[in-house]
């Protein structure tokens, strides 16, 4: 049954290889789809253990590594050189020394997907042009609405009380737990599913502003993405968001975003209002049908009030917090190996028991020491001081929609801070940093005398 899906996975492989050959607008557009579909849409390449998980966009993305590959041999297409991309080359080198020194097998097969990663990075960042900026937003938008509206539907259909089978939410996260369902769309979790939307949210917020409404496809993503946000309750993600927020208000210059709030006070209030207002009587709503609606408030105050000092969501985090610093300590230099905490203190095996600390610096510092997470936040800065230079020399929707990638960079790592997968195994993060790698390397440079050239 492995070989069989192993072999019909490749041939996909190949398939979308070909069909990014010959149209790679279409290939990219595919990579861009599905970015978010991250466990329902996915499959396990072995399927008497269920591991590994073969996310769509890991499929998609293997095909435009393919494509870009086979059409540079042609020479149909000329590289660009990536910026950023140094530093992540050297991130791999550290690993490298970090997998010889533990020599553990989990930290080989995440030393393999780092290699993936690195090239679809650079493959993707290949793609991000202004040329091709139209076809992004536009591939960006129906993916966003398509998973959102999918979410929204999850959400009511577990209120109504539908099997978890129909709607695809996980039972942890049914109006069981908490009085309210949190929704999680075609992600592993309702905070990951917030990470994503991080990217449509701002490249679609800093459109709305810079071109004083947008189009219609992009207001719809902006709309559902933003009641969707809301419904994953993520606690993690709405602080993040205001970091994003404060961002993507400095990208685009304070002044202009406060005439484009002064001209749409209204508008903003009322969908402000909506937003919470709707949120709070589904909320509401959802506790009084369910058991633990007597205890709703109780319910409410332990996950949104001073009492999460005292879940177990806090207290576990704070544990694996303590033990990623005690594992820094005993490998201070080069760590345990990209993916090995887990095999390192507890014998886990991926796809059994994979455990980490649920904060990306930290586990980056105990398993890749000093010199690792060194350079893995220097590329991460790299990367948006690039973009934040590329502001000064760019203009248009190329301009606007690298202010909002910065500002979705900038909120999904700070969220990171409180869940791990940033470096294994969220596909869409990769894509996100590619984006920006590329539209910052690329674009109408303002010359002296006000005028263009392009680059």
Request: with cysteine; aromatic share 12%; charged share 10%.
């Amino acid at each position: 049954m492995t070989l069989t899906i192993t072999a019909a996975t490749l041939l996909l492989v190949l398939a979308l290889t070909g069909l990014g050959w010959r149209w790679p607008l279409t290939g990219l557009g595919l990579f861009i789809f599905s970015l978010p579909f991250e466990r329902i849409g996915a499959y396990p390449l072995n399927a008497a253990t269920g591991y590994p998980l073969l996310h769509p966009a890991q499929i998609t993305g293997a095909a435009l590594i393919g494509a870009l590959a086979l059409r540079w041999l042609a020479g149909r297409v000329r590289l660009r050189p990536i910026k950023a991309l140094p530093w992540l080359l050297v991130f791999l080198a550290t690993s490298l020394a970090s997998a010889l020194l533990v020599h553990v097998q989990e930290v080989w097969e995440i030393w393999i997907w780092l290699i993936f990663i690195t090239a679809l990075f650079y493959t993707v960042a290949q793609f991000a042009t202004r040329q091709n900026l139209a076809w992004i937003r536009r591939w960006l938008a129906i993916s966003t609405i398509v998973v959102s509206l999918f979410g929204l539907y999850q959400f009511l259909g577990d209120l109504f009380g539908l099997p978890y089978g129909a709607t695809g939410i996980r039972d942890r996260y049914s109006k069981v737990v908490l009085g309210f369902p949190r929704l999680q769309s075609t992600a592993l979790e309702p905070l990951y599913f917030a990470n994503f939307l991080f990217l449509p949210l701002f490249v679609f917020l800093a459109l709305l502003i810079k071109k004083r409404g947008g189009d219609r496809l992009s207001q719809m993503a902006l709309a559902t993405a933003s009641v969707a946000f809301i419904l994953t309750f993520s606690r993690g993600a709405y602080v993040s968001g205001v970091v994003g927020v404060a961002v993507l208000g400095l990208a685009l210059g304070g002044r202009e975003v406060w005439a484009w709030l002064k001209a749409n006070y209204k508008l903003v209030a009322i969908g402000l209002g909506v937003l919470v207002v709707g949120s709070g009587l589904l909320l509401s709503f959802s506790v009084a049908r369910t058991k633990a609606g007597q205890n709703g408030l109780v319910t409410i105050e332990n996950f949104f009030g001073i009492n999460v000092l005292k879940t177990g969501s806090f207290t576990e985090r704070l544990s694996d917090e303590k033990l990623a610093i005690k594992i820094f300590k005993e490998h201070p230099v080069f760590g345990v190996g990209i993916g090995g905490f887990g095999s390192a203190y507890y014998g886990c095996h991926i796809g059994k028991c994979v455990y980490r600390p649920n904060n990306q610096a930290l586990e980056v510092l105990a398993e890749g020491g000093v010199v690792g997470f060194t350079v893995f936040y220097g590329f991460l800065a790299a990367l948006v001081v690039y973009g934040w230079l590329a502001l000064k020399r760019t203009s248009g929707d190329q301009r606007t929609v690298i202010a909002g990638l910065l500002a979705a960079v900038v909120a999904m790592v700070v969220q990171a801070q409180t869940f791990s997968g940033f470096l294994c195994c969220l596909t869409y993060t990769w894509g996100t940093l590619a984006l920006l790698a590329g539209l910052s390397n690329d674009g109408v440079h303002k010359t002296a005398k006000g005028g263009r050239a392009r680059s």
